[in-house]
């Protein structure tokens, strides 16, 4: 999976998780209200009403559940496919000494030119 793909990931996490919070707190204000509501009128209808946005809410907190597990199988999929992501433990280098240092010689060049010398003198 590309890094691209992965920040979409992350960003619509980030986004359903936001508005799931958003409207667990509207669904709380919404039911104390109806609560003020139903006490007042002693109405059945609004009594089975408060009782409805009760369950709607709760629901809401499940589906914030459902999506912390989705993102972890998510997670646990990309981990499967691009196994170069875990931890190595063991590397194992096959050749020369003169072939390490320069192997270590070309990495330390190919960094030494990627920086920027910002020296306005």
């Known amino acids: 999976m590309s890094d691209r793909n ?8 980030d986004f359903s998780r ?6 667990v707190e509207k669904g709380d204000e919404a039911i104390d209200l109806m609560l003020d509501l139903a ?10 009403v408060l009782a409805n ?7 809401i907190a499940d589906k914030l ?8 199988d998510i997670n646990k999929e990309n981990k499967v496919a691009n196994p170069q992501l875990g ?3 063991n590397n194992l280098f096959v050749g020369s000494t003169k072939d390490l ?13 990627d920086v920027i010398d910002n020296d306005e003198s």
């Open 87 to 89: 931890v190595t433990n």
């Open 18 to 23: 936001d508005q799931y919070y958003k409207l």
């Open 65 to 72: 559940m459902e999506l912390q597990k989705k993102r972890k």
């Open 53 to 59: 946005m009760i369950k709607t809410n709760a629901d």
């Open 39 to 48: 006490r007042e009128s002693e109405h059945p209808r609004a009594f089975e």
């Open 6 to 13: 992965k920040e979409h990931i992350e960003d619509d996490y």
């Open 101 to 113: 240092a320069k192997m270590i010689e070309d990495r330390q060049s190919a960094r030494s030119n």
